[in-house]
């Protein structure tokens, strides 16, 4: 009777007891944390996890990229990179998920175009660059700087003066400062781009300069704009190296013309260490001339990447998906595209798609991309994952 009493006493104080606050921690005193100076760095609020996003319901709110287990950077590693371009999406899931279990490489698409670096004559914005290189620095991917000396993208007053001094101190001011920005954390720049005209032979005395492209460098400096930002790269990053980059590149053509720009350039001393083949082919490409191109640059003893890969599907109807044989049929060139890159392992150093899912790609309307718009793999990440292997699988292993 007494140990019932005693056990009752006991619960009614411990009771009390919870009621009162619960323990001596609760008790105790905080200090107020004083309020910071300066406004704290945001902490990015945490993705939703897609299971549980909407309202408690295990119905995935929008596309969520599902690990593939397999890494096209880790399939290559033995050959060259791989890259993507970056946005500022690539910072949040899907994307940034997927970007980070398949490439080791990325290029800006717009960020780092002139008018966005530059925005003011003077100003220049460096929070989204800075961005990007803290999310490749923390995920180890590479970074390529696109780009310094365009026709495009380039505002209302880089090199639009009929001043050659002052031109030149536009050019100078401007690769100075974002190449010296990022002083030894971009692997390679595309210094100059697309400065060829289309269609322009050599002509027989050899002077590519007649076939440069009509821009507001070449009317306000001429066609020495082109050693001079070389060299103004080269002195704001030495480490770094630094591309001529166009598209056509297969094009004999034009193949020609760079092969005797940068030849020449080389000769004098002008620091110039890689070509860059944008690729933006078709399904009709004929891969006997991205060869014969990149055999001819490889020739000159600089660096070859493919800069710029997408393959858009010819009969693509933007209204209606990818039937299974156009799926097939750009897959086909895409590992016949891999298996020629990998022969040439020894020259080629990266080679980046411009565009991860076709609805953001910028010919959108013919899917040139690796991945569908709900981020699953198409048919062409299959076939680059083991090119040789695919071609078999369909027949065409001995072209
Ligand atoms: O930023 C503005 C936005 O404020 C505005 O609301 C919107 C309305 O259309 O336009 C946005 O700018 C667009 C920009 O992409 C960013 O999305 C431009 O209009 C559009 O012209 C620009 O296109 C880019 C294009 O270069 C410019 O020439 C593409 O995204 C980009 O993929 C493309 O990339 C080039 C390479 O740099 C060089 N080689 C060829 C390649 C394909 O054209």
């Known amino acids: 009777m007494k140990s019932r009493s005693f056990l009752l006493l006991l619960i009614i104080s411990l009771f009390v007891f919870m009621l009162s606050g619960?323990?001596?921690?609760?008790q105790t005193s905080v200090t107020p944390t004083p309020e910071p100076s300066t406004p704290p760095t945001p902490t990015p609020t945490p993705e939703p996890s897609p299971e549980t996003s909407d309202s408690g319901s295990n119905k995935p709110k929008g596309p969520v990229y599902e690990p593939i287990g397999s890494s096209l950077a880790e399939a290559y590693a033995d050959y060259f990179l791989i890259g993507t371009i970056y946005t500022p999406n690539t910072l949040v899931d899907p994307e940034r998920s997927l970007v980070i279990e398949q490439f080791n490489c990325i290029t800006p698409e717009n960020i780092m175009k002139p008018e966005s670096m530059q925005p003011s004559e003077g100003y220049f914005a460096f929070t989204l660059p800075d961005a990007m290189l803290k999310f490749a620095e923390e995920n180890n991917i590479k970074v390529i700087g696109h780009t310094?000396?365009?026709h495009q993208q380039s505002g209302r007053f880089l090199g639009q003066t009929s001043d050659r001094e002052k031109a030149i101190e536009q050019l100078r001011n401007h690769i100075t400062n974002v190449v010296g920005n990022y002083k030894g954390r971009i692997m390679a720049w595309d210094v100059v781009n697309e400065a060829v005209k289309d269609g322009a032979p050599l002509p027989a005395d050899g002077d590519w300069t007649k076939c440069l492209r009509e821009t507001q460098w070449l009317r306000s400096i001429g066609p020495d704009y082109?050693?001079?930002?070389?060299?103004f790269a080269h002195e704001a990053d030495p480490d770094a190296k630094l591309y001529?980059?166009?598209?056509?590149?297969?094009d004999e053509v034009k193949a020609k013309v760079v092969h005797a720009m940068v030849k020449d350039l080389r000769a004098k001393g002008v620091p110039i260490h890689g070509i860059g083949m944008q690729g933006h082919y078709d399904t009709n490409?004929?891969?006997?001339?991205?060869?014969k191109s990149i055999k001819m640059f490889s020739e000159l003893g600089v660096e070859v990447s493919i800069t710029e890969l997408d393959i858009s599907v010819n009969d693509a109807s933007v209204s209606k998906s990818l039937t299974e044989e156009q799926e097939v049929r750009q897959a086909i060139v895409y590992a016949k595209l891999f298996k020629l890159f990998k022969q040439y392992k020894d020259n080629i150093v990266r080679v980046t798609f411009w565009g991860t899912i076709d609805s953001k790609s910028w010919r959108r309307d013919k899917f040139p991309c690796l991945f569908r718009n709900d981020y699953t793999p198409k048919e062409a990440y299959y076939a680059i994952l083991d090119p040789e292997k695919y071609l078999a699988e369909h027949g065409v292993a001995e072209e």
């Open 22 to 26: 619960c323990g001596a921690d609760n």
């Open 148 to 150: 310094l000396v365009w």
């Open 226 to 231: 082109i050693e001079m930002a070389f060299r």
């Open 244 to 250: 001529y980059n166009d598209y056509n590149m297969n």
């Open 285 to 291: 490409v004929s891969i006997e001339s991205v060869e």
